[in-house]
Structures are given as structure tokens and as C-alpha cells.
């Protein structure tokens, strides 16, 4: 069994993230949560307070790069290692490239890349050989789907990114895994009429992750792909 990792979430307090908090809490002993809603965070520490984990809670806006700086000189000033990173917080923003708002793909890349960008490169130093690095990354970091080109095109970049963090924090014995799920249940499929089983759930999804972790650090899960059993939702 590993030591009590410290372990730092984004996007922690809902969805897949919320999960991921669920599944590693218990064996944490210090778990840094980012969001923006403070209340949410809050809420989030009160829910997890009977467990052997200190809970520090960090309100941030990531889609602002000057917010993401902040964040990062906190971080460093309060964390002396770090275990596991999970870069989860993103959003997805449907439309057509040709009529969507140019906003669209600026805030998307923001958040689901460079806010990314900057969290390793500001951190990594932390992060001991065996630690590992785990992005939320999509099915749609690999293939376009209809409606949502710009989301792909962000999937995509943070994919390449991904692969070349995994290049260069080899030497460092850092792991370096890219989560990519179907459709799974959140927040952003509220109102959306399906079959329950068209979407996973999201502790489907941190359950694998959790696996990738308890992997040994000899070896490295380095692509999950994890979809429902149907297939996606085109
Ligand atoms: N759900 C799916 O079908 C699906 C499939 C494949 C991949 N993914 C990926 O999985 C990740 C999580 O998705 P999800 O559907 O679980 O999300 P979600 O339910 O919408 O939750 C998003 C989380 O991120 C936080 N967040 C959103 N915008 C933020 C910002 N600007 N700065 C900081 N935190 C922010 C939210 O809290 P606040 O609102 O308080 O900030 C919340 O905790 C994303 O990277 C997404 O692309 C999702």
C-alpha cells in the first residue's frame, strides 16, 4: 500500500471531479479542491470532514490566466509535494465554427488546455519520482463530433499536450495518464432526454482512474478510453 498521497483536484465539486474526490479522499492525507463556486468548496470540505484527510479548499476562476497564476504561487507557497494531479475542470460549449461565437473556442482553450499548461509547468517541480499527472481528456480528443467542433478542437490540443508533458516528465519518474470518456453523466447533460445506460456514470470513471494510480510505478496506464457499452452519442 502507498503512502497517504497528497492529491490536488480541479473541478472538484461536481461531476467527474466530484467522484474522483470521493474515490480518493479516503486514502489522501491532504486533498486541495479547485472551483470556482466557494460555497460548493465549502460545502464539499463540511461533506468530507469525519474522514482522515485535510481538506484545503481554493476558489479560482480557471479560465482567467492572471487567477491561474495566483492559484499556482499559492499552491506553492502551501504544498511541500504533490502525489497526484488531476487537471479535470473543463467545459464544453456547443456550436458550429462558422457561427459560433469566437469567445466559444478562446474559453475552451483557456480552461481545457492552457489553464493546464500552466498548472503543470508551475508544479511539476513538486510532484516526487512515482507521482502521477492524470488529465481529462475526452473521446473527443480523437475524433470530431457534430455540434461541438470547437470542443474537439480543444480535446485534441490537450491531447498532444498531454503526450508531450508524458515525453518530458518521463525522466523525472513522474506518470503521466490521459483519461478519455464517453458520455457521462454531469451537470452539462441535465435536460438532455437518454436511456440511463447511454451514459456512464461518473464513478465509472473514477473508479478507472483510481486503478491507473494503484498501478505500481514501474508501470503506467497512459490512455484510458471508457465508454458506454452502446457506444457514444453521435
Ligand atoms: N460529462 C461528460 O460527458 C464528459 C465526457 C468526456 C470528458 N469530460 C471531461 O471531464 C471533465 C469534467 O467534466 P464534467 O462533465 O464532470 O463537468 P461538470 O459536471 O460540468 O463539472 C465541472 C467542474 O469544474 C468546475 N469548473 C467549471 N468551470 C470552471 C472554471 N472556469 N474554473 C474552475 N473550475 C471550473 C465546476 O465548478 P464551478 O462551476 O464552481 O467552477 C465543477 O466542479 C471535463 O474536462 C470534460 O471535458 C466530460
Redesign the pocket.
Known amino acids: 500500500m502507498k503512502n497517504r498521497p497528497t492529491v490536488l483536484i ?9 467522484a474522483l474526490v470521493d474515490r480518493f479522499a479516503p486514502a489522501a492525507s491532504d486533498l486541495h479542491v ?4 466557494v460555497q ?1 468548496l465549502r460545502m464539499l470540505k463540511e461533506e468530507l470532514s469525519a474522514l482522515d484527510c485535510t481538506v484545503h479548499v481554493h476558489p ?4 482567467d490566466p492572471s487567477a491561474v497564476k495566483q492559484l499556482i504561487v499559492d499552491l506553492q507557497k502551501e504544498i511541500s509535494h504533490l502525489d497526484v494531479l488531476i487537471n ?5 460549449l456547443p456550436g458550429l465554427l462558422l457561427t459560433e461565437s469566437a469567445d466559444n473556442l478562446n474559453y475552451m482553450m483557456q ?2 488546455v492552457l489553464s493546464q499548461y500552466d498548472l503543470v509547468r508551475g508544479l511539476h517541480a513538486l510532484m516526487p519520482r512515482g507521482a502521477h499527472l492524470i488529465h ?4 473527443a480528443s480523437r475524433k470530431r463530433f457534430d455540434g461541438k467542433p470547437s470542443y474537439s478542437i480543444t ?1 485534441h490540443a490537450q491531447g498532444i499536450m498531454i503526450d508531450a508533458f508524458r515525453h518530458e516528465l518521463r525522466p523525472l519518474g513522474i506518470r503521466v495518464t490521459s483519461v478519455m ?4 453523466w ?4 441535465e435536460g438532455v432526454e437518454f436511456p440511463e445506460n447511454r451514459l456512464l456514470a ?1 464513478e465509472h470513471v473514477a473508479n478507472a482512474v483510481w486503478h491507473a494510480w494503484e498501478l505500481p510505478p514501474e508501470a503506467v496506464m497512459e490512455e484510458l478510453v471508457i465508454r458506454p457499452f452502446d457506444g457514444d452519442i453521435e
Open positions: 480541479t473541478g472538484a465539486t461536481k461531476g467527474i471531479g466530484r479547485v472551483a470556482r463556486n460548493d479560482c476562476d480557471l479560465s479535470n475542470a473543463g467545459v464544453y480552461l481545457n481529462m481528456a475526452s473521446v480535446k470518456p464517453g458520455p457521462t454531469s451537470h452539462s447533460w461518473a
